[in-house]
């Protein structure tokens, strides 16, 4: 039996695109000669689809591109994934499910058990879990099909308290599918590995694994979708960041013609490249829009969000803006140029000077025998806010927010100024790992200014101020946050690893004096195993770690 | 024996004030001669923690309140709520519970079976369902203990396959008591009455039921406390929107001394009204802020919020600013004025027209040739944004933000304009009942001016703008987004109830498309049973319903 794996990139809700999507790739399936294609989790309707799933109108969109679907299996079977209807009264009213379409029926439905309610998901909200599991027949092969975190249960410390393929092993299977929506973030390609070897050598099974790629708003589908064999060596693997379709020839419990290979690892830094990428323009294309605008300092963090945007968007679709204040340093204007020049994007040079004298004259009355302080910083990162969005306003371009997570972690930022944006890019990336991807997008040659990079960091609001006057050294100040927000670390765990006690107690209240802001932030491009937004839900009005 | 319900105001994570109220009701029940004090769910560290539960040292906070508790529980026993761990190797690692603890011994615990995991809940992403429930045995009295949504699932389409109480009523208890963590929004009070008197009925049993009160951050709790006879009839209710403690003396199966009352209802605009009070105080609080700052344009919302800030902080803490631009009507900074009078809170008037001069000028290069239009509507918007975050910056004040329901659906605001604050005071009530709410404040003397309440709502961004330029009247949009947002009717549905198919199809792409602006808005006090925010997850980039 040939199985075909389709990795695809679908559109949450684009019912006409992923229909006509999976439908075209049945034909490609079928011409390569495949009996059964398979679709990754809800793929009908693309994932997560969050609560569209609470309108009767949208399940009835997902049966009815269903039934379109299964029109087209003929001479070959599908696997494919949608939401179903709970026909029992008792329960939530759907499943996370999958059809297996042959000869144009729906043979049978398989439903999803395991249901992750943590970090960015919420499938519990949603979704029933499954308490029966049956196995495909087809063509004389039986097949276990889970659908994602079903697989999953599988460490020491178990979420849950059962386990689909327990049930289906039961029947003698001759092979696992697994059908996934599964986002990236860094390392977590090897976490999946692990687990789904772990899976084939448990249940001595060959498994067949299919994620799907691109990106919906924040969260980033990074594809890679895998076979093993029945002892858990990987046998291949397929693109990362990039729709594939391969076929598969499964003899008995043999994938054929497949030896065990390595997986040829790529850098940290070169995923989190990929995924922003693959971010931006997903971004961009799904919401139907094509160019972008962002503010430019001369600063290493809005130069990566620059390339970052070229890369996925065109240089010609980018539209840099510099707003150089009393305040700003000779270089930034000669860096953001050279920057503008090396990728040959837009640029406007707007002078906020005029802005920041106009709120002085304004507020002078209101602000009388008041001090110049963070306030003066705060209206002129906002008036760069204004101006942003001015030419956003004018002329269609989408904003992207040039925050990094270490400043978006302290609230180093100001609301409604630099804060500002459709998308936040490099929300979810340390400083340590901006320079980091400085220096990979500089590795064919220098397109980052090198002034950019070795400069001190600063906001440049005030004569002479740097990031440091106000923060220890990004190395250090990203340790301790890794500690805390990756791996939720107290306080007193954070000092016995050597650090200073006030500097830990001072960064931890920092950051949770600034979940006010951060709930007001763009969504941010999620590239780490916890980023700020729907990851993370804190107290805004709460009193522990304040 | 005697029970006291003890209906308290917590804070999310102020294990020191949550601890000593706790303490201190434990010394007011046994003071009035109680047997038992009964503290709501969850009362220890407040609700919802959200993910400080995913912080071991909070759990262990937790236990360290809960140990305390436990030593004052010295000739009255007492159950309260609180998150303990799973000792179970598989499943989330905590439950939602509840210690019953008598002469200082923590004697058992009860565990939460129905996790509420729905509009603003989240209670799955961190807690266990119970599977084994026993009746707590004191006095001689079988007590079936279950905590809030274990009483829920009573209704014709039950969200859950299992029902807590059908397995304690094996062990013939005398009576039930459910500790609560119930949010407030308008009706919902007859909601859980008629579920709480269904369960007393059911299972002809005496009902003990304890909310709390008080806001934590935008849940606004609104106690209404209550008790039930075995019949289903109501005995008592306790007060709403505050903190109240009462002593109930139960006989066998018989609350003594009270018999069947009616409910008392409040009008669900004055409902509405305390609520949004009790909500801007609290975040106040609980913040540790005092003062107010919002701006004033004569209109009926910022009236209205102006009002509400006044009666939750006092006229004195609240700073109204007045921002008038060219496109100002004349008769707007009178009825700002008048309204300023009426309150005696304070004020400043800060004209806005140099600043959209100023960026007039800054633009003028980039924008040459191009007509005015939304963007330099949204400049004066963002204009006024920049001064009161100004005001903020300067003197501590609190920005409060004035959208409504109606304008926050449709995107009828600017981002980082008039959208901007910290918390969103009437975000979530329709422009149909702010003027119900005007007609409330004013039901004892005029004290927001009869201008502000009849003339033609308008933004005032360009010469002689209305709402009604753009948008349909407020009678017809706001039933139409009710029907969109609240029952999650599709447009075909609503079109069918009599409505223009081309008015329902732009305003629900209206509520759509303006996803994006939603995200980024403060959190917003919730008083229906559909708000924006936690509770309504929609797709940013997806297609369906755009």
Redesign the interface.
């Known amino acids: 039996m040939k199985i075909a794996l389709a990795q695809l990139n679908y ?7 992923n229909t006509k999507k999976i439908i075209e790739h049945i034909k490609l399936a079928k011409a390569d000669g495949a009996d059964l294609v398979v679709f990754a989790e809800l793929a009908v ?2 994932y ?5 799933l ?5 399940i009835s ?1 997902c049966e009815d591109a269903g039934k379109e679907i299964a029109e087209h299996c003929t001479g070959i079977a599908c696997i494919v994934g949608l939401p179903v209807r709970n026909e ?6 759907l499943y996370n499910a999958a059809y297996f379409i042959q000869d144009k029926q729906i043979k049978s439905i398989a439903r999803k058990a395991l249901l992750p ?2 970090d960015v998901f ?1 499938e ?2 949603y979704f ?1 879990p499954a308490t029966s599991f049956e196995c495909i027949d087809f063509m004389g092969t039986k097949i276990a099909l889970t659908i994602c975190e079903d697989l999953w249960n599988i460490n ?6 059962s386990n689909p393929m327990d049930a289906l092993i039961q029947e003698k299977p001759d092979v696992m599918i697994n059908i996934a929506a599964s986002p990236f973030s860094y390392q977590h390609d090897d976490e999946r590995r692990i687990v789904l070897a772990d899976n084939a050598k448990k249940y001595s099974l060959p498994l067949l694994y299919v994620n799907q790629i691109g ?3 924040e969260l980033i589908f990074d594809g890679g979708s895998m076979v093993f064999d029945q002892n858990g060596n990987m046998l291949d693997e397929m693109g990362y960041f990039k729709e594939d379709l391969k076929v598969y020839e499964l003899v008995g419990s043999v994938i054929a013609g497949y030896k065990p290979m390595e997986h040829k690892p790529m850098s940290d830094i070169a995923q989190i490249h990929d995924a922003l990428v693959l971010g931006i323009k ?2 961009f294309v ?2 139907g829009f094509s160019k972008a605008v962002l503010g430019l300092s001369g600063g290493i963090d809005s130069a990566i969000v620059c390339a970052l945007a070229c890369c996925a968007l065109g240089a010609e679709n980018v539209m840099a803006v510099l707003m150089p204040s009393k305040y700003s340093s000779d270089h930034s204007i000669k860096d953001a140029l050279d920057l503008v020049e090396n990728f040959g994007c837009q640029h ?1 040079i ?3 000077a ?2 920041a ?3 002085d ?3 002078a ?3 009388k025998g ?1 001090a110049f ?3 003066e910083e ?2 002129q990162a ?2 760069r ?3 942003v ?3 956003s ?2 002329f269609g371009y989408i904003l992207l927010n040039t925050s990094n997570k270490s400043e978006c972690a302290v609230g180093y930022g100001t ?2 100024g630099d804060m ?1 944006g ?1 998308i936040g890019v490099i929300g979810d990336v340390y400083k340590t790992q901006i320079y980091e991807l400085a220096e990979y997008i500089n590795k064919d040659g220098v397109v980052i200014p090198v002034n950019t990079i070795v400069k001190p960091p600063s906001a440049e609001l005030r004569p002479g101020q740097k990031d440091s006057d106000s923060l220890p050294d990004y190395d250090t100040l990203d340790t301790i946050l890794f500690q805390f927000i990756e791996l ?1 670390k ?1 306080s ?1 765990a954070i000092i016995e690893m050597g650090y200073d006690e006030a500097l830990v107690k001072r960064i931890i209240k920092m950051v949770n004096g600034a979940e ?1 802001k951060r ?5 941010i491009l999620r590239v780490s195993p916890k980023a700020f937004g ?1 990851g ?11």
């Open positions: 559109h949450v809700g684009n019912f006409e695109n309707c693309g997560p689809p969050r609560d569209f609470e309108f009767e109108e949208f969109l029992q009264i008792a329960g939530k009213d309610n943590y919420d519990y909200r029933e020491n410390n178990p979420l849950y308290v990106a919906q708003t997903d971004y799904k919401s406007e707007i002078s906020i005029e802005a004298d106009a709120f004259s304004m507020m009355l209101a602000f008041q302080n963070l306030t705060n209206i906002r008036s806010g204004i101006v969005m001015a030419m306003n004018k609301l409604y500002c459709a939720k107290s007193k006010f709930y007001q932030t763009p969504p729907s993370r839900r804190m107290p805004i009005v709460g009193k522990y770690l304040a």
